[in-house]
């Protein structure tokens, strides 16, 4: 009992576990509870140390919490390299630690069905730029297949506990995870289908139909159903995943990206530590800190290597009056730790970013928050053969579209942040914008699609004049010429 | 060198003051006042859809608020509506020497009445000590708690560090 690590007490958060259920974990029993991703049951136990690295054998945890960086694989039932951040536990269960060569045996009993699906509009990514395209798609007289592989609906916004920023036409005032139980509603009513615990496998092309050809697979009770979907239209909405950070002794397990901490406190519902250091402040790591102190962990700093804080003032000031030191133009300078996280180095820099000696502070901390920025996740789209193009504006390579989101191919469109990073409110227009460029191609209502589209503009462009958001007006101008220029 | 706000992670009452038009010294002795200490420009309105009196005005979505003190009549609903927890009520009218501190408050343990803890400032520091008068359930699971503050505090205090109960 004294290794459960499961949040009973949130000021904000009711949990709701699932069934009691257990597996088994290199031979011993873990306590679980329906619903929740391995590596979180295995977190909640006191099981940090998920894999060893190649080269040096270090001991390597999960790192983003979201399935995008493959830091949490294990051999789950036989099966090598499983994402144990997103999959699901099952009763019975047989997870290990994989050797350094993971190599599928030679004799699997796997069950996999097969299903063909001829669809209008497939959508991937059940965030809020996904729901904001089915729910638009639907609601205009188009049917829409949502495909996510998480288990529950809404992507990242099911682990935002703060209140949206934005106007009603964005749910604002509400909290995330309200907004994502609503606009789950919403696409259900339109009709739309949506598939959890289901990943993309890749683009095959299009078809003599000229539809595309796309691949997936769904977890079911007792294997894999195959999909091989035909689709007229294809948004993809596959988010972001959060950057890393050089330093000495980053591979530890403790050092996690914020939004994956975020995943385990407020989704699961299991404390992340107990101390934490916090590198960034921007939104992410602010939003992040505070609700860190809600999970009842103490935050012994947060730093940034910027002179100045880059989230809103308003999401600074909650934790500095609750006692949170926030120290700017400072750096990490190491991790130490044997197993996980034990303690860190913090450093101030001068002006050059070079670390001025004698200013190190050592601070007793299990847990180290990275929130050093997104990048576009989108490499389905590449594979697509969407013309990419670099906007630092934007976070990096993000795919070429117009302001109708669509890409320099015809019949796929985009929305969110897998088409360069901004934040949720962007990501539920630009979605709601792709299914009505959808529905216009389709000839459907031209008066209702105006209406969509007056709306959607016009919150993006008041959003944009936002000093925080002019970076994505800027980056989004250049992004939407390029497309005119290529077309 | 004097630290700006983006470095401090605070805005220092002195700024305040000089960039936040505040209610009038007889205003905020008549009773109850907003103080919403938002200068940024960031796109969001709840407060103005949460104000019944349409004393909140925003020029643009990503304008700062401003208010017309002579509607406010110092209900607190905006308090819990703020998505940024920006926003205070004031209540300078007391006989006594202390001020009511309307703060919105998202922690634990869940505040009771006549809870005592620390007043802190907005930098987290310990300026006095602080009792909940009044616990208000708001909206999306924010308190809303009243705390009796020394009343040259009022303009100070932005917090409650209240410690751990015993036995829960």
């Not at chain 1, 609906?153 to 139980?181: C, D, M, N, V, W």
């Not at chain 1, 539809?211 to 007229?232: N, V």
């Not at chain 1, 944009?464 to 002019?470: A, P, V, Y």
Request: proline share 4%; with cysteine.
């Amino acid at each position: 009992m004294n290794s459960d690590l499961r949040i009973e007490n949130h000021p904000i958060l009711e949990f709701k576990r699932g069934k009691r259920i257990t597996f088994q974990f290199e031979g011993k029993q873990v306590v679980a509870y329906e619903n929740e991703s391995i590596a979180a049951a295995l977190f909640a136990s006191g099981v940090k140390v998920l894999s060893r690295s190649k080269r040096f054998n270090n001991p390597k945890g999960w790192f983003c919490g979201i399935g995008k960086c493959c830091s949490c694989l294990m051999r789950v039932d036989g099966i090598p390299n499983v994402r144990t951040c997103v999959v699901p536990v099952r009763e019975g269960m047989q997870v290990e630690r994989q050797g350094q060569r993971a190599m599928l045996p030679s004799h699997l009993e796997i069950h996999v069905e097969k299903e063909e699906m001829n669809i209008q509009v497939l959508i991937i990514g059940g965030g809020p730029a996904g729901l904001g395209a089915g729910i638009t798609a639907g609601n205009l007289g188009l049917g829409a297949v949502i495909i996510d592989e998480n288990h529950n609906p809404g992507g990242q916004l099911i682990k935002q506990t703060h209140k949206f920023f934005g106007s009603q036409e964005e749910y604002a005032g509400l909290r995330g995870f309200e907004i994502s139980e609503i606009m789950y509603r919403e696409f259900r009513e339109t009709g739309g289908v949506y598939l959890n615990e289901t990943s993309a496998v890749g683009y095959y092309g299009l078809k003599e139909d000229g539809k595309h050809s796309f691949i997936a697979y769904r977890r079911t009770k007792d294997g894999y159903t195959l999909l091989e979907i035909s689709a007229k239209y294809i948004v993809v909405t596959t988010g972001a995943f959060e950057n890393y950070l050089s330093f000495p002794g980053n591979y530890l397990p403790g050092v996690y990206g914020a939004g994956g901490v975020q995943t385990l406190m407020n989704v699961y519902g299991v404390k992340p530590g107990n101390k934490a250091l916090i590198v960034g402040a921007g939104n992410i790591g602010l939003i992040v800190g505070y609700q860190l102190l809600q999970a009842g962990v103490e935050v012994e700093a947060l730093i940034d290597a910027l002179p100045e804080i880059g989230g809103y003032l308003v999401h600074a000031s909650k934790l500095k009056r609750l006692g949170v030191p926030i120290y700017t133009s400072h750096t990490i300078k190491d991790a130490r730790g044997e197993e996980s996280v034990e303690g860190a180095t913090i450093v101030e820099i001068d002006k050059n970013m070079k670390p001025i000696e004698g200013t190190e502070k050592d601070l007793a901390v299990d847990l180290i928050l990275i929130s050093v920025g997104l990048s576009a996740s989108n490499r389905i789209l590449s594979q697509a053969r969407c013309e990419n193009m670099y906007v630092h504006e934007m976070g990096g390579w993000i795919p070429v579209h117009n302001e109708h989101m669509e890409t320099t191919v015809k019949g796929i469109y985009l929305a969110g942040d897998a088409g360069g990073i901004a934040e949720a409110s962007t990501a539920m227009l630009e979605g709601k914008l792709a299914g009505a460029a959808i529905a216009e191609k389709e000839g459907c209502d031209s008066n209702e699609i105006e209406q969509v589209r007056k709306i959607a503009y016009g919150e993006l462009s008041q959003i944009r004049k936002s000093e925080f958001l002019k970076n994505v007006e800027k980056g989004k101008k250049k992004c939407y010429q390029k497309w005119e220029e290529i077309k | 060198m004097k630290k700006k706000p983006r470095q401090l992670g605070y805005l220092p009452l002195e700024v305040i003051e000089e960039e936040i038009a505040l209610p009038s010294r007889e205003r905020m002795e008549k009773g109850p006042v907003v103080i919403i200490e938002c200068d940024e420009d960031i796109p969001c309105d709840p407060c103005v859809e949460s104000c019944k009196n349409g004393a909140i005005i925003k020029e643009s979505l990503t304008a700062a608020p401003i208010v017309d003190y002579e509607k406010c009549t110092g209900c607190a609903l905006c308090v819990a509506a703020c998505p940024g927890l920006a926003i205070f009520v004031v209540d300078c009218s007391r006989e006594d020497n202390k001020a009511l501190v309307y703060i919105p408050y998202e922690m634990l343990p869940v505040p009771q009445k006549g809870d005592k803890g620390d007043a802190l400032d907005r930098s987290g520091k310990r300026i006095g000590s602080a009792e909940v008068e009044k616990v208000r359930k708001g909206q999306s699971g924010t308190a809303v708690l009243g705390i009796l503050v020394e009343k040259d505090l009022a303009m100070n205090v932005r917090s409650i560090g209240i410690p751990e109960r015993s036995n829960g």
